[in-house]
C-alpha cells in the first residue's frame, strides 16, 4: 500500500489503521504544500476499494484499481481548489521526454500526465456541478480533454513526436482555460450539497471518497454545510480533506475527523520525489532543485525572480508615496495567468511590509496592509476581478494606510 507516498510517515499509520480496519470515516491530511497529500487521498481511495487477492497492493490490477489508477473511478469525488496546470506542464515534460528516449519509464510517465490532467477535470463532475450555469460553459472543454486523454490511452500506441504535441498543446490550452476560468477559489456550499445527495445515494461498487482540497479555504456557509453531513455521516462513504493551514480549520470541524500529519521534507527527499515521479534530470548548468514546489515553478511562464521584482519595485514606489504603474506590472507578469503567478507577488509584497511589525504604529499599518493583500487576492481569484483593478485598489489602500499613519512606510523603509 501506499508506495508511490513518498518520505511521509501518514502512509504507515495509514497502511496500519486501515489494516486493523481502525480508520474513521472522515480523515485530514495536513500538511505544506507538494507534501503529497492529494496523492495519499487518492491512494487511500483506491485501497479501500480494491478488490484484488492481495487488498491494497500498488500492482493490483483489478477492474476497479485499473479505474483509480486512471482516476475514472465512479465513486471518488474531488472538490475543492487547487493548483494543477504547472503539474500538468512537469508532467508534459516527461511525457515527451520519455517518448522521444524511448523509455523504460514511458508506461510511467503516460499515467503521470493523464493522472495529472484528471486531478483538474475531476473536479468538473457534473454531481457536484448541477444546477450550475458554468457547467454547459465548461462541459465542451472537459469533452475535448477526455477526447484527447483516449488517444493517449494506456495500452494504445502513442502518436508520433509532432502529433503527439500537438495533442499535448491542444489539452493544456483547454486545461489552463478550465483552471483560470471556471475552478473556484472557494468551495461553494452548493457543492456542498450536490455532493451530500451523492454520499446518500447507495452504490455497489465499493466505497464512496469525497476528497476536499484546501477545506481551510471555506466559506462560513460552506463550512456549516459540511459540518452538518459530517454529523451525520452516510454510510459506506469516507470523507478525506486536505489542508496546508490546519489552524484555519473550524474547530467543530477538526473534532469530527482523525488528524494524519504530513511534514515538510528534507532538500533531498523533495529532490529524491522529483526524480522518481518526473524522472527528472538535470542538464548541465541547470540550477539544483530545492523544493518540488521550486521545480514545478520552473515551468511557469514567468521566472518567478522576476515576479516577485515586480512586486517589491510596486511596494517601493507606495511606500515612497507614489502609485505604481498596474498596467505595466500585469503586462510584465502576464496578467497574472495562471493564478500562482499572482500568489507569488502577493506574498513578496507580504515579506517587504515585514518591517514594519517593528515598531507598534508599524504593526498596525502590517495588519491593515495585509487585509488588503487578502482582499486583492480574493478580488481576483474568488469574484474574478481584473488583476490590474484589484492592484489598483490594492495600492491606493497601501497609500491610505501610509497617509493615515503619518508616513510610517517612508520612515521605516527610507
Known amino acids: 500500500m501506499f508506495d508511490n507516498v513518498l518520505n511521509q510517515s501518514a502512509a504507515d499509520l495509514l497502511t496500519s489503521d486501515i489494516k486493523s480496519a481502525k480508520l474513521p470515516g472522515a480523515i485530514l491530511f495536513s500538511g505544506p504544500e507538494s507534501s503529497g497529500k492529494l496523492t495519499t487521498a487518492l491512494e487511500t481511495a483506491r485501497v479501500l476499494s480494491c478488490r484484488g487477492k492481495v487488498p491494497g497492493a500498488w500492482n493490483c490490477t483489478c477492474p476497479s484499481c485499473l ?8 465513486n471518488v469525488l474531488v472538490a475543492g481548489p487547487g493548483d494543477c496546470t504547472l503539474e500538468i506542464s512537469a508532467a508534459r515534460n516527461t511525457l515527451l521526454f ?3 528516449q524511448n523509455s523504460s519509464h514511458l508506461e510511467a510517465a503516460r499515467y503521470l500526465y493523464i493522472r495529472a490532467v484528471r486531478k ?22 472537459i469533452q475535448a480533454i477526455d477526447e484527447n486523454l483516449e488517444l493517449l490511452s494506456p495500452g494504445r500506441t502513442l502518436p508520433d513526436g509532432d502529433e503527439l504535441e ?4 491542444e489539452i493544456d490550452k483547454n486545461c489552463e482555460k478550465l483552471e483560470s476560468s471556471f475552478l473556484y477559489d472557494s468551495l461553494p456550499v452548493s457543492q456542498i450539497r450536490n455532493f451530500s445527495v451523492w454520499a446518500h445515494l447507495t452504490s455497489n461498487t465499493g466505497k464512496k471518497v469525497l476528497i476536499i482540497e484546501n477545506v481551510d479555504r471555506m466559506a462560513d456557509s460552506s463550512r456549516n454545510a459540511l459540518l452538518k453531513i459530517l454529523e451525520e455521516p452516510p454510510e459506506n462513504t469516507m470523507f478525506i480533506l486536505t489542508t496546508a493551514k490546519r489552524g484555519a480549520v473550524l474547530p467543530t470541524i477538526l473534532s469530527r475527523v482523525r488528524t494524519y500529519n504530513f511534514f515538510e521534507r528534507t532538500v533531498e527527499q523533495q529532490r529524491n520525489v522529483v526524480t522518481r515521479v518526473f524522472h527528472y534530470v538535470p542538464f548541465a548548468g541547470d540550477a539544483p532543485v530545492e523544493s518540488v514546489n521550486g521545480f514545478l515553478q520552473t515551468y511557469l511562464p514567468v521566472k518567478p525572480e522576476l515576479v516577485k521584482e515586480y512586486a517589491a519595485s510596486f511596494f517601493k514606489m507606495l511606500s515612497e ?24 507577488f502577493l506574498q513578496e509584497i507580504v515579506e517587504c511590509q515585514k518591517l514594519l511589525s517593528k515598531t507598534a504604529a508599524g504593526a498596525e499599518c502590517s495588519a491593515r496592509i495585509m487585509a488588503a493583500v487578502r482582499k486583492a487576492y480574493n478580488d481576483v481569484s474568488v469574484y474574478n476581478q481584473n488583476p490590474e483593478a484589484a492592484l489598483e485598489v490594492l495600492a491606493r489602500s497601501v497609500l491610505q494606510v501610509n497617509h493615515l499613519s503619518g508616513g510610517v512606510l517612508q520612515e521605516i523603509f527610507a
Not at 67 to 74: D, E, N, Q, T
Open 166 to 169: 500537438k495533442i499535448l498543446d
Open 321 to 344: 508615496g507614489h502609485v505604481p504603474d498596474t498596467v505595466s506590472v500585469c503586462t510584465g507578469c502576464l496578467r497574472f495567468e495562471p493564478r500562482v503567478l499572482l500568489k507569488i
Open 120 to 141: 483538474l477535470t475531476v473536479r468538473f463532475s457534473p454531481v457536484l456541478w448541477e444546477g450550475e450555469d458554468k457547467l454547459a460553459k465548461f462541459t465542451p472543454l
Open 67 to 74: 479505474r483509480h489508477k486512471a482516476m475514472v473511478s465512479p
Open 98 to 100: 520519455q517518448n522521444a
